[in-house]
């Protein structure tokens, strides 16, 4: 029934695809030197220990980002530029809220920020998935390969009193190379197109209420549920508490895709509401070293459409590897 349902669909309508991608570099050196797991390397991720040391380094550009200058200026780490959220997203043509923004109006704002192609960049928030998403961004950009994002964000680096600095900053403008291709941002299409693939692996970073349906569909406005057959991995499993946001060890966050039947070679996509918690999946996987997407439109854009959908438990959790 399910195969019928979306066989109908795509005869009703079809989605222009909107997909954006990644320009995959190697990871720099300043990267290379942080705590590694049976794992595998924690790629992307430095530690406080780590960037306290490198405060003075003129090879790192560090950026804060936040939708408010003004908590900013009040305490920022050390030579940090401001990066304002609400440039580095826009509402999109179906008012979705978090979608990229146009090239020419995304470079310009991380440029201003003093964001280069030959710098290592340094992310990090209040709150990790507002970092993620710059990271995201980035990764969209082409310079994931010299972008990471601080363990713990500004929340780990105030709570081992390390220093700060309050008032503006005026970084010197950088200069930042758009490489962005289509293998990144994936859309309804691309999803409906891969259902049945065995290789694609969704994963749901929503709270369960907003996987199973019981919170009605983001409160009456979309079908309640998820896209059948996601895994419900929420966003904050990711992490050690909101209240400590370092993210797990490495081999602990590879057990958590594994439960939900991630392998090596499988496609990983992403997805929440409307991509913001999203990016912290994004760049967990990404940092394991997953070949992984991000749907932006996420659930606003699905559960919003004639599309098929399932509510419940996740019927996949802790099944291994298929």
Same mark, same amino acid.
């Given at each position: 029934?399910?195969? %019928? ?34 794992? =595998? ?24 980002? &936040?939708?408010? /200058? ?33 090239? !020419? ?20 928030? !209040? ?14 950009? $082409?310079?994931? =390969?010299?972008?990471?994002? *601080?363990? $713990? ?21 950088? /200069?930042?190379?758009? %490489?962005?291709? &289509? ?17 694609? *692996?969704?994963?749901?970073? /929503? ?15 979309? %079908? ?11 966003? &904050? ?9 370092? *993210? ?6 590879? !057990? ?23 990016? *912290? ?7 394991? =070293? ?14 919003? /459409? ?11 959790? &802790?099944?291994?590897?298929?």
């Amino acid at each position: 029934m399910m195969k %019928n349902a979306i066989s109908m669909w795509r005869e009703r309508a079809v989605f222009p695809i909107a997909v954006a991608a990644v320009l995959v570099t190697a990871v720099p050196a300043a990267t290379q030197d942080h705590d590694k797991s049976q794992a =595998g390397e924690r790629r992307y991720l430095v530690s406080t220990e780590w960037l306290a040391q490198r405060l003075d380094d003129r090879d790192l550009r560090i950026l804060h980002v &936040d939708t408010r /200058r003004d908590r900013f200026e009040s305490s920022h780490i050390p030579g940090a530029s401001f990066v304002d959220y609400r440039r580095i997203t826009w509402a999109g043509e179906g008012n979705v809220s978090t979608e990229i923004p146009p090239l !020419a109006d995304l470079v310009p704002a991380l440029e201003e920020a003093g964001a280069d192609d030959d710098l290592h960049l340094v992310i990090y928030s !209040a709150d990790p998935r507002t970092a993620a998403r710059l990271w995201f961004t980035l990764d969209y950009l $082409g310079h994931g =390969g010299h972008a990471s994002l *601080l363990d $713990g964000g500004l929340t780990q680096w105030l709570a081992e009193d390390r220093p700060t600095a309050t008032g503006p900053e005026e970084p010197s403008p950088g /200069r930042l190379t758009a %490489n962005a291709r &289509d293998d990144v941002v994936v859309s309804a299409e691309w999803i409906l197109d891969r259902m049945d693939d065995r290789e694609t *692996l969704l994963v749901d970073a /929503r709270p369960l209420d907003e996987y199973t349906g019981d919170d009605g569909g983001m409160g009456g406005r979309a %079908n309640p549920g998820h896209i059948p057959g996601a895994h419900h991995l929420a966003w &904050d499993r990711l992490i050690t508490s909101t209240e400590a946001p370092t *993210l797990l060890p490495a081999d602990s966050l590879r !057990a958590l895709f594994e439960q939900h039947g991630a392998q090596e070679d499988d496609t990983l996509v992403t997805y929440c509401m409307v991509g913001y918690r999203a990016s *912290l999946t994004y760049f967990v996987a990404r940092s394991l =070293g997953y070949h992984v997407k991000m749907y932006d439109g996420s659930w606003h854009d699905w559960g919003t /459409r004639d599309l098929p959908y399932v509510g419940g438990e996740d019927q996949h959790q &802790d099944e291994g590897p298929h």
